[in-house]
């Protein structure tokens, strides 16, 4: 009996099965536990071997010679070149970037998900039922992290009672919530394909993970995808009643449709059910808070805006350069804080604002214009289609990219290696998908050749395969550090920093210079001090505008006893962050140095006198008990002395008369005298001249 011959056919569809499952399922899942950051690191090395290994074949393929026509027709799409000319931009900005190395990281990411882009337009999605495999494995992604996420959200439960903590607990095998939740909006989104094409098993499951999708989205309360998903939802619909409902495919479309509508429908009775009877008012809670700019997330973010705006300003048409908005925007004091203390933020929360700050008005243009023509894309095709499936498909596609467009707004998917997968693949659909309907035939034949191009892709993979490692080793090493600083290990320390610190790897995720970490344990552990300040000012090349480094700095010089050097390095330090505590102590306390003691009272005026900073109160008390002791000095009436020494007895008791003078803007000793003379027995002190005296100084003059 003959064997039977294999289908090519068959082969194709194994083939982009398989390279979706791995895009799809296995890398937005691979997690590396002793890194910082447990999934974005590990996840671009996944990204970046994987295309290794698909560009590899096309170097020994003996049959692989220049790129056929219609191959170079899609690489002539407006899309493609617009996308090339801002990856080129990205890596041009490598050479005016304050932090080449942060600048070159980035550039390799981007790129990276370039090349994803152009392997799967040019060598997958041509083959049949490729769409197909798309929406396989997305139906599989989605039963696995709704499973997830599920999971999780029983074990917590069962534990503590639903709230805005609980719900940050639940993040799935993401960074956060909130990148959870916008991995669920696109997953949900080709799960509607598969309901609407799909039938027996595979439609079932469609189903069944769309509707878990849909919970977790409602139940998590990431506003940023509620508002893209109903915003996009709504230019969905306006299209479908435009462009379909006027065709025979309307029907099909509603009849595919109605699944969708019932699963929305219960999920929405859900929520209001669910809302009225949860005590703690989540839902209420998010929607008050989301409009309070007052405080809260809403307000630092509008802040942080605000001041990338003023960053974009003083660099308009190239921004800072790649991956630099983080080093630059230090030289703004941001007021960014939690309970923790002073945080640092290393994203924008708006994708928009950062390609500007990073990449000028140049860069965001061409940014936006991929989006826009992406869009009209959409449009194009849905106009042309002829099949349901094809208008079924240009709909997901167009809601997926405009929600992900209107999350951009609010956060930072284009930081999240699964994110930027899942955006490459509807790109390159839809680049596909219009190029197929009206790209132009030409006589001209392609000069590109194959063999030379996955060369060349190659290498760069090669090098991005090995950022990510620096990167994924810095990011164990300063888990390490922080560990080791608990126990003051400096040594440990010093070596650590030796071995992470590299081209791909300057800056800690908290935004912290690796120099600026080894600079502090080198001066802990009495290294040379040339040595130590050498490497302080090597820290500042990576990241100019960190206030620790400059801090760090300012104390040493004070410490050494050239004050004038401290005092140059303080101020940079308020110039750059004003209203930080540590740079307004250290002042104070180079003052005190210099014994001008009321310079350094006034220092510490400007400070929040609720700050519970051991040091502040430490020196605060020191210069308040000189206060009242100079002021006492004036008057020998025992029995006013008695009465001032009671009433200070105790520190908590001078701070909060303290407290009461800033926020009555007026001079301590006033507020204390007055406080004093509220107490005292008039006739035990009117007769006095020396607490006239004191009370004409301190109280009446003043």
């Not at 996840?43 to 170079?72: D, T, Y």
């Not at 990431?222 to 025979?248: E, H, P, S």
């Not at 307000?299 to 001041?307: A, D, G, P, Q, V």
Request: aromatic share 14%.
């Amino acid at each position: 009996m003959k064997k039977p011959k294999n289908n090519p056919k068959q082969k194709t569809y194994h083939f982009s099965f398989l390279i979706f499952m791995i895009l799809i399922v296995v890398i937005p899942n691979l997690l590396y536990s002793p890194a910082m950051d447990q999934q974005l690191e590990i996840r671009l090395l996944g990204l970046s071997l994987f295309l290794g290994l698909l560009l590899l074949p096309l170097i020994f393929i003996q049959k692989m010679g220049v790129l056929k026509q219609a191959e170079f027709n899609l690489l002539k799409n407006p899309a493609v070149i617009i996308y090339a000319i801002f990856i080129l931009f990205i890596g041009i900005s490598i050479f005016w970037a304050t932090n080449q190395s942060e600048a070159m990281y980035e550039f390799l990411k981007r790129f990276s998900f370039f090349i994803l882009f152009l392997y799967l337009l040019l060598f997958v999605l041509p083959e049949e039922k490729s769409r197909i495999t798309l929406i396989k494995s997305f139906i599989v992604f989605s039963l696995l992290i709704s499973v997830t996420g599920f999971l999780q959200i029983l074990k917590i439960f069962s534990a503590t009672k639903y709230s805005i903590d609980a719900i940050y607990s639940i993040t799935g095998n993401f960074a956060q919530k909130n990148i959870f939740s916008e991995v669920l909006f696109i997953t949900f989104a080709f799960c509607v394909y598969g309901i609407a094409v799909m039938d027996k098993i595979w439609k079932r499951l469609a189903i069944t993970g769309s509707l878990l999708t849909l919970i977790l989205i409602a139940f998590l309360m990431t506003r940023a995808i509620w508002a893209a998903f109903f915003i996009a939802l709504v230019f969905t619909v306006v299209l479908y009643l435009i462009y379909v409902n006027k065709n025979q495919l309307g029907g099909k479309i509603k009849s595919g449709l109605r699944y969708v509508v019932i699963i929305f429908g219960i999920v929405v009775i859900g929520v209001v059910v669910f809302s009225t009877l949860d005590k703690n008012k989540t839902l209420q809670y998010q929607i008050t808070n989301a409009f309070d700019f007052k405080q809260g997330n809403t307000y630092h973010r509008l802040n942080l805006w605000k001041k990338t705006i003023a960053l974009a300003e003083k660099h308009p048409i190239v921004g800072v350069g790649a991956g630099n908005w983080r080093i630059e925007i230090l030289q703004y004091d941001l007021q960014v804080t939690t309970d923790k203390g002073r945080i640092m933020p290393d994203r924008t929360h708006n994708d928009y604002l950062q390609v500007l700050a990073e990449n000028g008005i140049l860069g965001l243009t061409l940014f936006l214009l991929l989006f826009v023509i992406l869009l009209y894309f959409c449009i194009r095709t849905l106009q042309k289609a002829e099949h349901f499936q094809d208008s079924i498909f240009s709909l997901i596609l167009f809601f997926a990219l405009l929600g992900y467009m209107i999350d951009s707004s609010f956060a930072f998917p284009r930081e999240r290696i699964e994110l930027q997968i899942f955006l490459n693949i509807i790109f390159a659909f839809i680049v596909f998908e219009y190029t197929k309907r009206f790209g132009k035939e030409k006589e001209t034949k392609s000069q590109i050749s194959i063999k030379a191009f996955a060369m060349i892709i190659l290498g760069v993979m090669a090098i991005t395969s090995y950022a990510a490692i620096k990167r994924l080793k810095a990011e164990v090493g300063i888990n390490k550090i922080y560990n080791y600083t608990k126990e003051n290990k400096q040594p440990e320390i010093i070596k650590i920093t030796n071995e992470i610190y590299s081209p791909f790897s300057s800056i800690s995720p908290f935004c912290d210079p690796i120099l600026e970490i080894r600079a502090t344990s080198m001066y802990k552990d009495h290294y040379d001090l040339k040595e130590v300040l050498e490497t302080y000012e090597n820290s500042l090349r990576d990241s100019p505008y960190h206030l620790e480094t400059i801090n760090a700095l300012a104390i040493i010089y004070k410490n050494e006893k050239n004050y004038s050097k401290a005092l140059e390095y303080i101020n940079t330090a308020l110039k750059y962050g004003p209203t930080d505590t540590r740079a307004n102590l250290i002042k104070a306390e180079i003052l005190m140095s210099m014994n001008k003691t009321e310079e350094a009272y006034q220092q510490l005026r400007t400070m929040e006198p609720s700050n519970n900073n051991p040091d502040y109160r430490k020196a605060l008390n020191y210069l308040l008990f000189n206060k009242i002791r100079e002021m006492m000095s004036q008057t020998k009436n025992e029995y006013f002395s008695m009465q001032v020494s009671n009433m200070v007895g105790q520190a908590d008791v001078v701070h909060q008369i303290y407290s009461n003078s800033i926020h009555k803007n007026e001079a301590f000793e006033k507020t204390l005298l007055d406080t004093v003379f509220a107490v005292c027995d008039q006739n035990k002190i009117i007769n006095d001249p020396s607490v006239q005296q004191i009370k004409i100084k301190y109280i009446i003059k003043k």
